[in-house]
């Protein structure tokens, strides 16, 4: 187990380039599983879940080759067998993202309760609705078993838009038989990927981006060489970070048209950039002021499905408003203990209150101390690094692994635009 040693304080600036998203790389993996042809991914980030997930890709009997910075061949002639790794697993929250594939082409799928952040309740029900609406059975005895003798497409209208089960549900229809229209479904950068990759492959989906899609099954798909897009997650962790240190960033790669909504939500804590096509400036000292809402009212940011402000930059927009001038209402309306993490910014300094699980009022400018910290999850793990780089003194950050599942190389990374961080054994 790793930890960070963090001196906070010093200027931070550069350029940095994002990588690509974590989210959209964890199903494009397991959707080369669809086609016995090789299927080459570029922009893949190197972080420990998509590790779990190769390595769950080989015991299946699949082979994984890195050909390149970031590319990896992926080929899956023979499956060998339809249950993955109980304890690999268990390790990350997209191992649920082999249920449709290995279903759509082995006609079963055997799998654990994933694991990831706990930041509240995790539903699997839609996957299941969907999964078994196509003609899968569910049967559940600690593990859950999918089967099907064949799928056939349906119009299905989800009860929610779940980000994965909308990926299952695809991975699963683009080899049903017939025609498959899915409404009210999740349309998250990282759905739209999957669904171009899957139309490179041979498939058919319409719609894509919107909450309805329509997808023509194939017997068969083919091979494709697919890259992934940028990290809007990594890319908003870096902006808030030049915010509360007031460094001037330069983030490349960093695909801005999808960072739109977090934009309206930046510009309200008083953060604001230049962007052309693939690149954002983040210009030093922006004087971080709250803008009230019409009628001096106290703004409010709150998350919501694609595309409204995604739930995974909740924590990064907690630390910056704890730097800016006046009160914020921060209200996660998805997850329900995503917010818990805010006493550890109050035990620096900040001035936050928890209302409930998922509404936190921010009082700023709160000045932060150096601390000792354990990360709960990715994102409130990143906030805490940003608000260490933000803070006097010395911080020590534990459990790093719940950082670096999602963020590649960080320690490093940062230390490039002039972060004091320091990766050591615990
Ligand atoms: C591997 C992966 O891709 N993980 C992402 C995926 O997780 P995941 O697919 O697990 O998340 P879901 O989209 O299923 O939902 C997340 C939570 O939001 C709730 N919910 C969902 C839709 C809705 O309209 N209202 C509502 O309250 C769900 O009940 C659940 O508690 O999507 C989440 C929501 O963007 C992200 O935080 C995760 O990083
Ligand atoms: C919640 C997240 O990931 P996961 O769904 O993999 O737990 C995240 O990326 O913020």
Known sequence: MHKYIIEGSFPIGGKIKANGNKNAALPCITAALLTDEPVILRNIPEIEDVLVLFDILRDLGCSVEKIGHHAFKIQTLNIKTSEISVEKAKKVRASILFAGPLLARTGKAVFPPPGGDVIGRRRLDTHF???????????????????????????????????????????????????????????????QDLCNMINLMGGEITGIGSNTLTIVGKKKLKGCEFEICADFMEVGSFIGLAAVTHGELEITHAD???????????????????????????????????????????????????????????SIMVVVATQAEG????????????????????????????????????NGPGKLNGADLVSPDVRAGMTMVIAALCAQGKSTIQNVYQIERGYENIAERLTNLGAKIERVLD
């Open 129 to 191: 609705i969907a999964l078994n609406a196509l003609g899968a059975q569910l049967t559940v005895d600690g593990l859950f078993t999918l089967e099907a003798n064949k799928l056939v497409g349906k119009d299905i209208f989800f009860d929610e838009p779940s980000v994965t089960a909308t990926e299952n549900a695809i991975m699963a229809a683009c080899l049903a038989k017939g025609t498959t229209v899915f409404r009210n479904v999740a349309s998250e950068p990282h759905v």
């Open 256 to 314: 801005p048209q999808n960072m739109r909504n977090a934009k309206i939500a930046f510009n309200k804590l008083g953060v604001h950039w230049e962007q052309d096509e693939n690149n954002i400036y983040v210009p030093a000292n922006q004087p971080l002021k709250i803008i009230r809402d019409m009628g001096n009212k106290i703004p409010i940011i709150s998350n919501g499905p694609w595309p409204n402000f995604p739930p995974d930059l909740m």
């Open 327 to 362: 009160t914020v209402l921060i209200h996660d309306k998805m997850f329900d203990s995503r917010m818990f993490f805010v006493d550890k910014l109050n035990s620096m300094g900040a001035g936050i209150i928890l209302c409930d699980p998922h509404r936190a009022v921010v």
